[in-house]
């Protein structure tokens, strides 16, 4: 069975940084493709960042561009988002979800800017 | 960069069909946008329902199809349970280089 499961959401300070875990399992994590997706509270979806099976292509959206870095460790079978220059419209629950398709999702991290 | 609109909301009655709709800023809707369609209820995380325009999952009902329809991508619900009541979301991918979800739609069955 497909799993993910995000990890590493906090509340923290406008300006701050924190780094968001998407761990893996069911599937062989090296051939697939992942991304990031991000919900506001009360909010639709937003496409955030997309990251290559072997990391050679990475894509952001322009709201994070500058500030999120998307990575990933194949033999931890987990992807990373590293979230810098935090602000308070960045609040939101963060998912990861397989491949192009997006047809399998994590249940989300929430992340929270406020001082 | 595109915005992807879709309608805030609609209405079903059980046993009936409804339409959902994916429209983009840059033009037509095409085969290119490798339209999927996105089904979540309150609290959960999204769960996929169609792929590549028209293309279901194991999981996805029979009832719900994707389609391209007038220059949009469309989501067809025939047969509504109350089950199906949610808020659906279409993506649009653009070059493969960037994903843009629509703003999504309230589905609601009474």
């Known amino acids: 069975e497909v799993q993910l499961v995000e990890s590493g959401g906090d509340l923290v300070q406008p300006g701050g940084s924190l780094r968001l875990s998407c761990t893996a399992s069911?599937?062989?994590?090296?051939?697939?493709?992942m991304n990031w997706v991000r919900q506001a509270p009360g909010r639709g979806l937003e496409w955030i960042s997309y990251?290559?099976?072997?990391?050679?292509?990475?894509y952001y959206g322009d709201s994070v561009k500058g500030r999120f870095t998307v990575s990933r460790d194949n033999a931890k079978n987990s992807l990373y988002l590293q979230l810098d220059g935090l602000r308070a419209e960045d609040t939101a629950i963060y998912y990861c979800?397989?491949?192009?398709?997006?047809?399998?999702w994590g249940q989300g991290t929430l992340v929270t800017v406020s001082s | 960069q595109a915005v992807v609109t879709q309608e805030p909301s609609l209405t079903v009655s059980p046993g009936g069909t409804v339409t959902l709709t994916c429209d983009s800023t840059?033009?037509?809707?095409?085969?290119?946008?490798?339209c999927s369609w996105f089904q979540q209820k309150p609290g959960q995380a999204p769960r996929t329902l169609i792929y590549?325009?028209?293309n279901r999952y194991s999981w996805t009902p029979a009832r719900f199809s994707g389609s391209l329809l007038g220059g949009k991508a469309a989501l067809t619900l025939s047969g509504a349970q109350p089950e199906d009541e949610a808020e659906y979301y279409c993506?649009?991918?653009?070059?493969?280089?960037?994903?843009?979800f629509g703003g999504g739609t309230k589905l609601t069955v009474l």
């Open positions: 979800a397989r491949r192009t398709w997006f047809d399998s």
């Open positions: 990251i290559s099976s072997g990391s050679t292509t990475k």
């Open positions: 993506l649009l991918s653009y070059s493969g280089t960037y994903w843009v």
């Open positions: 069911g599937f062989t994590f090296n051939t697939y493709s």
């Open positions: 840059t033009g037509a809707v095409t085969s290119d946008h490798h």
């Open positions: 590549d325009t028209n």
